[in-house]
């Protein structure tokens, strides 16, 4: 009987121990350089180093001047990879901003202009908890008055969201409908 249990109990360890290693292992995104990133901590959390705004404004600069994802990666470590309806998101927390560069799903750079990739980073998320459907954009104005709203600098700009990232290391992101009015509120980690 001891003999049929110690191969039984052999076997077992090392289907546990197999299957520890295998979770263990880091996949990395197809096209991106870095795994997918821990979606229990928020980006104020995994970006162990917090930048100079400066040091923000620099690392967009070089994405315009032709950098791809790996070059990125190998100047500023990417630390915060996010995987969204779009396709990803890469995120670094300074000072008082956040710098949100979106990539399509083959990894390229889904430009866009300063204002729609650095957002100030706004008080806590509890502040956007008074708000409601229905409510009007100048509510949101209230509570984020530093907030980029491109549908009102802009009167035929389609895009009717804003997205606001907080110093608690949410993203909310808020959608209007066409007399902008809020048509929903979603929170997720930053």
Not at 67 to 86: F, G, H, T
Not at 135 to 144: E, F, H, K
Not at 153 to 160: K, Q, W
Not at 167 to 185: K, L
């Amino acid at each position: 009987m001891k003999l049929i249990k110690t191969p039984i109990l052999l076997l077992l360890c090392a289907v546990v121990l197999l299957s520890a290693c295998l979770a263990g292992c880091d996949k990395k995104e197809p096209n991106f350089p870095v795994a997918l990133s821990d979606t229990t901590r928020s980006a104020i959390e995994l970006n162990t180093e917090i930048r100079k705004d400066s040091d923000l404004e620099k690392i967009y600069q070089d994405m315009l001047d032709g950098s791809d994802v790996k070059q990125l990666n190998d100047a500023n470590e990417i630390k915060c990879l996010r995987k969204d309806d779009d396709g990803y998101r890469v995120i670094y927390t300074g000072n008082t901003r956040a710098l949100v560069l979106r990539f399509d799903n083959d990894g390229k750079w889904v430009k866009a202009d300063r204002l729609r990739s650095m957002y100030r980073i706004t008080p806590t998320r509890g502040k956007f908890d008074k708000l409601k459907v229905g409510d009007p954009v100048s509510a949101v104005q209230t509570v984020d008055p530093t907030c980029f709203f491109p549908f009102l600098v802009d009167s035929s700009s389609t895009d009717l969201t804003t997205d606001h990232y907080t110093e608690d290391g949410y993203h909310t992101r808020i959608t209007y409908d066409g007399d902008f009015n809020i048509a929903s509120i979603n929170y997720e980690l930053m």
